[in-house]
């Protein structure tokens, strides 16, 4: 069993930044892909960025890309989302996610198997 914890989400204005944490309990964080999510009000979860075990392989949403980068380390048990000129559509739930079965880092929501409970990012215009 994995817990996940995320912190670090808030009101920015439009261009600034924020970095979002996401603490893991357990031993076995270091064999988990990992990704980050986000849900809009009135939208779908959707997958934002992932990285691999090692932190070597990443994927990103192309509405975040060059943007948004996404980091693990695997001593703190912890993985990033470094979020750069943000945008008023980028407001929204920003959950953590790990996926035990996998190398990997996918962008479906059915292959990971544990969530956090989410940080609130809001981007004023």
């Known amino acids: 069993q994995v817990q996940l914890v995320e912190s670090g989400g808030g009101l920015v204005q439009a261009g600034g930044s924020l970095r979002l944490s996401c603490a893991a309990s357990g031993r076995t964080f270091s064999n988990y892909a990992m990704g980050w999510f986000r849900q809009a009000p009135g939208k779908e979860r959707e997958s934002v960025a992932g990285?691999?075990?090692?932190?070597?392989?990443?994927i990103y949403a192309d509405s975040v890309k060059g943007r948004f980068t996404i980091s693990r380390d695997n001593a703190k048990n912890t993985v990033y989302l470094q979020m750069n000129s943000l945008k008023p559509e980028d407001t929204a739930v920003y959950y953590c996610?790990?996926?035990?079965?996998?190398?990997?880092?996918?962008?479906?929501?059915?292959?990971?198997?544990?969530w956090g409970q989410g940080t609130q990012v809001t981007v004023s215009a």
């Open positions: 996610a790990a996926d035990r079965h996998s190398v990997t880092p996918g962008t479906s929501l059915r292959t990971y198997d544990y």
């Open positions: 990285n691999s075990v090692s932190g070597g392989v990443t």
